[in-house]
């Protein structure tokens, strides 16, 4: 689906909305601050990345692992 059919999609679904709350919270959305979503995208430092490396490779020894398959199983 493209951009413009989204917003429409959107829309349709926005005017069938029965509850204030809903609304409420999708203007919270609509208007806030995309400060938050920036902050979660923003890239780690080489020391953060080299810090989850060491801590998934000492996880990796000390078998603190899922399999996929169990992981895989757990979500279908």
Known sequence: MDFQAT???LMKHLLNVK???VLDR???I???DNSDIDKELS???M???N???DKSENDFKNGK???SEVLLSKYS
């Open 7 to 9: 917003k429409i999609e």
């Open 19 to 21: 509850k204030q709350s």
């Open 26 to 28: 999708l203007g919270e």
């Open 30 to 32: 609509l208007l806030n």
């Open 43 to 45: 890239p780690m430092t």
């Open 47 to 49: 020391e953060e990345l």
């Open 51 to 53: 810090s989850r490396i």
């Open 65 to 67: 692992v899922i399999s």
